[in-house]
């Protein structure tokens, strides 16, 4: 199992002078199923392209195993790949797309015969196997690239957004079906993907990159409860997550334009204050809380997002149902434990805790912090 | 009658094609069948109308053996100028598809011959080819070989007509197979790299059937211009020596305005344009069956 390890050693990516990836490491071990998260032109595909040997490093080493497979064609380093437009032969029929690489690999003809079947059955294609790709609809294009990858058994698994082609209900699907597939057959699948929705949902670890660096590397929980930096709290969760400047108040730092209530300690004037649109609770304006004025609100069946102005800055928050609010002045509260500080530099403030607002129940002291995440 | 909005529509369709229908009949259709119908008569002399013959023109024709030289010697060029083109456009396509330096220069240097005019082009091989101050003959003898008359020489004259001819085709032809090339994703190389496949090996399974009907377009081009263009046997050859170069069209042309045999040359072109009509629909029929259209 040994030989599905990867990893990569300050690996680095030129453009000319421009570095796409600079300096990345990383380990994944076997059975992993990780995922390279980041917006476009972030350096993840790249990444992915590196360790699969379509491009070359311009420097750093990427090891498989015991092997230091940086400078080996792709043929050689044992994995195979999904690719996001699918790359089937169009001339080929399902059956011969999926052994291709059987035949390049010589494989004697009735093995091929008996995998085929095997991987067939695995992703429901039997019956399409003498159909060409044109005759197949995007999700079972989609199975064909995944028996290809399949049947070549080998251990490793590298995904370049892969459900991207597809329509929404088709990709929870496909999301399943993935994620099933790679923990039956215990598949080491490292998958790039720009929506935090499949990386929450299918990730045992995320990679979250930015700017061609890792920005937090952890398990989904860690992301969405403890984001390293403002870029990881307003890219994970939907709607991100509330990102307000702090300025010095009487007491400690307040939102910037509603001067009445400290929400931190005067350590973090300067920085921004995160909180998470379902973390607010909204108040009818007798209660205590932040003061805040309503300007809209979506109704969208099982919940609703509250559009709200705290000072100068909009804020959303997420309701279960249909509020029975009109419009006007509210007020907001939400629990220490849930609000986030970060640095004016955008990094995670671990050294100061967010004050509790008053007419909180009870003042509950933080959990610890749990794992390390921060690079 | 009222006109309906439907016939309306009809008569302006009908109109659009007009013009484009008036030009091919007059220049195309009408001409081909005044040849059919002057195949089948003898003209009359001194004023006489023309007398038909039926088929006699034909079996006059196919007794005559300097047409059946002609014809062979039609199947040879064909024969050894199609394949050679074709194989040296698509190899020339495949090389500067490549990443190298200069690509944009080395494709217009493999497209200029296309650019030439024929007589232009067959006047600079004329002095390649010419027996005591030509280039190839001067490169022979800077190698202690004696030379060849290229053109002079019967046995060798055709071949010689030939490689012009292929130098001259495949520029064009690589255009066909360049942008054919460039329509074939990148990802497809990629996924069968990933898979050891090996160059040779992603070009017969993938590049070439990818390529099939770009061939197939190339192939009948190919064909009708082995038929259609014999500019450069004015320059180079004139047909000689004794036919050993004449090819069918310029045959016919020899009938026509050197011999001014009309009613040959118009048999001779029926019988070309039957040929042609067979070898395209077998082509089609055959080929495009086994030809994957994206």
């Known amino acids: ?375 | 009658m009222a006109l309906t909005a439907h016939h309306k529509m009809q008569m302006y369709g009908a109109l659009l094609l007009l013009p484009a229908a008036v030009l091919l009949a007059t220049f195309a259709y009408l001409p081909t069948i005044t040849t059919v119908i002057q195949s089948l008569f003898l003209p009359g002399f001194r004023g006489a109308p023309p007398e038909f013959v039926g088929l006699e023109n034909y079996r006059f024709l196919f007794d005559d053996a300097k047409f059946w030289k002609v014809a062979r010697n039609n199947l040879i060029y064909a024969l050894g100028t199609i394949p050679a083109s074709i194989a040296l456009a698509l190899g020339m396509a495949l090389f500067v598809n490549g990443k190298l330096p200069g690509r944009g220069l080395v494709r217009m240097a493999y497209f200029t011959p296309t650019i030439l005019p024929m007589i232009a082009a067959a006047n600079i091989w004329m002095f390649f080819y010419a027996p005591q101050i030509g280039l190839f003959n001067k490169l022979l003898g800077a190698l202690g070989f004696s030379g060849v008359n290229w053109l002079g020489d019967p046995s060798v004259a055709l071949g010689s007509v030939m490689v012009m001819s292929v130098w001259k085709e495949a520029g064009f032809f690589m255009i066909f197979y360049l942008a054919a090339l460039q329509g074939i994703p990148p990802e497809l190389k990629e996924a069968s790299d990933l898979e050891g496949t090996s160059r040779w090996s992603f070009f017969w399974r993938v590049t070439f059937p990818l390529l099939m009907p770009t061939t197939l377009f190339v192939l009948i081009n190919a064909l009708i211009n082995a038929v259609r263009v014999v500019d450069h046997l004015f320059i180079l050859t004139k047909g000689g020596p004794n036919n050993a170069t004449n090819l069918l069209l310029y045959y016919v042309y020899e009938n026509a305005f050197s011999f001014f045999d009309r009613t040959t040359a118009a048999t001779i072109t029926v019988v070309i344009l039957l040929v042609l009509a067979v070898v395209a629909t077998l082509k089609f029929t055959v080929l495009d069956r086994r030809t994957h259209y994206q």
């Open chain 1, 1 to 375: 199992m040994s030989q599905s390890r990867i990893r990569l050693e300050r690996v680095t990516k030129r453009w000319g002078a421009t570095a796409a990836v600079d300096e990345i490491s990383f380990e994944v071990t076997p059975g992993q199923f990780v995922i390279l998260l980041g917006p476009s032109g972030c350096g993840k595909s790249t990444t992915l392209r590196m360790i699969a040997g379509l491009e070359e490093a311009s420097s750093g080493q990427i090891h498989i195993g015991e092997r230091d497979v940086t400078r080996l064609p792709p043929g050689d380093r044992g994995l195979s790949m999904v690719f996001q437009s699918y790359a089937l032969f169009p001339h080929l029929s399902v059956a011969d797309n999926i052994v291709f690489g059987l035949r390049s690999r010589k494989v004697p003809k009735a093995e091929q015969r008996e995998r085929l079947a095997k991987v067939a059955e695995l992703v429901d294609l039997t019956d399409y196997l003498n159909r060409k790709p044109a005759q197949l609809s995007g999700g079972q294009r989609q199975r064909v690239a995944l028996a290809r990858s399949i049947i070549s058994e080998h251990p490793i698994c590298l995904m370049d957004e892969p459900l991207s082609n597809l329509d929404a209900r088709l990709r929870s699907d496909m999301r399943r079906e993935i994620k099933a597939l790679q923990s039956r057959l215990n598949m080491t699948v490292i998958y790039v993907t720009h929506d935090q929705v499949e990386a929450m949902s299918m990730g045992d670890r995320v990679i979250l990159m930015q700017h061609g660096r890792i920005v937090q590397d952890g398990s989904p929980d860690e992301l969405y409860n403890q984001p390293a930096s403002a870029f990881a709290a307003s890219f994970i969760g939907s709607p991100a997550m509330n990102l307000l400047p702090l300025v010095k108040g009487d007491q400690g730092a307040v939102i910037d334009g509603e001067p009445t209530t400290t929400v931190a300690p005067l350590e973090a004037v300067g920085g921004q204050l995160g909180i998470r649109p379902e973390d607010i609770e909204l108040r009818p304006a007798s209660k205590p809380g932040v003061l805040a004025t309503v300007l809209s609100e979506e109704y969208l069946g099982a919940d609703t997002i509250v559009h709200v102005a705290v000072g100068a800055h909009s804020l959303r928050v997420r309701i279960n149902g249909k509020p029975a609010l009109t419009d006007g002045t509210c007020r907001l509260y939400w629990a220490p434990e849930n609000a986030h500080l970060f640095a004016n530099n955008g990094l995670r403030l671990d050294s100061v805790l967010p004050s509790a607002l008053p007419g909180s129940p009870r003042v509950v002291s933080r959990p610890p912090a749990v794992g390390s995440f921060q690079h």
